[in-house]
């Protein structure tokens, strides 16, 4: 190993192990809600698993020490991908201690789901679960909709250097303020006030179909927090059907919409300009999708007869394509009613719904807003250019908080991401299809994981094949880093390991 090798992972492991304690600590919200709940072996589960978090991350720094302080580009993308993978590890441990899951695996595989909101699950006897594992669950899903570099940049800011590239490396490209810091304390404090607010409202919405104050507080921050990530995990295993409430299902709809759209959005909102929320590419890219899509579907659930009047259409056909476009996955009717009961066409709508997904730098999954507005602005660019006299220049315009001119190195990059989700959709469906399950089955299972979304048509279980299971987690992790810092992570293997065979 060449010496600067040698301090390239000495950086990446001190970056690493300082993130890694700070996950840790978190652990303390779902121990003291143990507390509260007088669940006394949950209590000790978390102290396992904040114990072994706080010796990995001191064991990483101590090993990194001293090292180079300030990271650069390549080390900054590696230790946001690098550091989703270890914390996925530490963050499962509750999970395993706690016997509601069958395998470490399949721990692994739900700490994932949470923090990439993808909300697929392999937990067992849902309905019966600790409050204080739940309240694990939720808030991984509510850390991984902000970022967990987000975070980290708040906790630990005077001990991070360089950490531009840790924001950019998890798929977060928009700086609501000159400062990273600052923007990212902007960013959890929108989220921290739509929190109390949304909380309070589902709350109550509780407390008026009958559950205990108490029961009603638990769920209202469980659902708003994965809700605002487009998350998907629920309490129960039923999700929002659970419930059986109009009005809950509607706060909810108004919950994830809006934690769909682009922090940048909604800090343009807050500090008032309003304007931008009908002038800015992704809401109106979202808007036109959204209604395509959903008028495509209903119109084949009402010509079927499969919901029989508008409240149905509205609360089992609109509730899951607009879940499903948001990349939130919540869900109001049973997995295999996709398979049984909605057509072709709806199911081709939902599946694109689901692959197309929300806002860029928000807490949603899929190919993003921008980049679907990117792609069809440059397509009508080539069309004008075409129909225009030869001399004449051809100018298309976006706007994305500011105007900007749609140059072709922004053309190029959304198309190359938008078919490397295609690329691995397509690997998910194959994968599914040679482990002997349906096609139809399978590709709606591939796009909900590509798009981190977490709508299920009944393939992920606890029975699935372990190489599946390992493969969605792969999924989950790089469509929701969008790729570049995992490639970045697998090209530093790469040459590290081709050196070393160069060597022997």
């Known amino acids: 190993m060449t010496r600067t090798a040698y301090e390239n992972i000495k950086t990446i492991g001190y970056y690493i192990g300082k993130i890694?304690?700070?996950?840790?600590?978190?652990?303390?919200?779902?121990?003291?809600?143990?507390?509260?709940?007088?669940?006394?072996?949950?209590?000790?589960?978390?102290l396992i698993g904040l114990a072994v978090a706080v010796i990995v991350g001191y064991f990483l720094i101590i090993l990194s020490t001293p090292c180079q302080k300030k990271l650069n580009w390549s080390q900054g993308?590696?230790?946001?991908?690098l550091t989703w993978i270890v914390t996925m590890m530490v963050g499962a441990?509750?999970?395993?201690?706690?016997?509601?899951?069958?395998?470490?695996?399949?721990?692994?595989?739900?700490?994932?789901?949470?923090?990439?909101?993808?909300?697929?699950?392999?937990?067992?006897?849902?309905?019966h679960l600790s409050d204080g594992i739940n309240m694990w669950r939720l808030l991984l899903t509510y850390l991984g909709g902000q970022g967990i570099i987000v975070l980290a940049l708040i906790i630990l800011p005077r001990t991070m250097s360089g950490v531009f590239t840790l924001y950019i490396g998890e798929a977060k490209d928009v700086k609501l303020l000159p400062n990273v810091v600052n923007t990212a304390k902007a960013i959890w404090g929108i989220s921290l006030a739509y929190l109390v607010i949304g909380s309070a409202a589902l709350m109550l919405a509780g407390i008026w179909l009958g559950m205990q104050p108490f029961r009603a507080l638990l769920h209202g921050i469980w659902i708003f927090m994965s809700a605002w990530s487009t998350g998907g995990f629920a309490p129960m295993s039923q999700s929002i059907l659970y419930y059986h409430s109009?009005?809950?299902?509607?706060?909810?709809?108004?919950?994830?919409?809006?934690?769909?759209?682009?922090?940048a959005l909604h800090y343009s909102i807050w500090t008032g300009n309003r304007k931008e929320i009908y002038k800015n590419i992704e809401s109106v890219s979202f808007l036109i999708t959204s209604t395509i899509l959903i008028v495509l579907a209903t119109a084949e659930l009402a010509k079927t007869g499969v919901y029989t009047n508008a409240a149905a259409l509205f609360r089992k056909g609109y509730y899951q394509m607009i879940s499903g476009h948001t990349t939130t996955g919540f869900m109001t009717i049973y997995a295999r009613q996709f398979i049984h009961e909605w057509g072709s066409l709806a199911m081709i709508a939902i599946i694109i719904a689901m692959l197309f997904g929300a806002s860029a730098s928000s807490t949603a999954g899929g190919f993003k807003g921008i980049r679907i507005g990117i792609v069809v602005k440059s397509i009508i660019q080539d069309i004008k250019r075409l129909m225009a006299p030869q001399s004449a220049i051809t100018i298309e315009r976006f706007h994305f908080i500011r105007t900007q001119i749609l140059e072709v190195d922004y053309a190029r990059s959304a198309m190359l991401i938008i078919i490397a989700y295609l690329v691995l959709f397509a690997t998910g469906t194959v994968a599914n299809v040679l482990y002997g399950y349906p096609l139809l089955d399978s590709i709606f299972e591939s796009a909900s994981v590509t798009g981190n979304v977490g709508l299920s048509a009944g393939l992920t279980s606890v029975s699935m094949p372990a190489g599946l299971k390992i493969l969605y987690i792969f999924m989950m992790w790089i469509a929701r880093l969008e790729f570049m810092s995992v490639l970045v992570l697998f090209g530093f293997i790469l040459k590290g390991a081709s050196k070393t065979w160069q060597k022997n």
């Open 77 to 81: 993308m590696i230790v946001a991908s």
């Open 93 to 127: 441990l509750p999970y395993w201690l706690s016997g509601n899951w069958l395998t470490f695996l399949d721990a692994c595989f739900d700490t994932m789901s949470g923090f990439t909101t993808t909300g697929l699950t392999l937990v067992q006897d849902m309905d």
């Open 246 to 263: 109009l009005l809950y299902e509607v706060i909810t709809i108004i919950i994830f919409i809006i934690g769909s759209f682009n922090f």
């Open 20 to 46: 890694v304690i700070a996950f840790g600590l978190l652990m303390l919200i779902p121990m003291v809600t143990a507390v509260v709940s007088a669940e006394w072996n949950v209590v000790l589960y978390f």
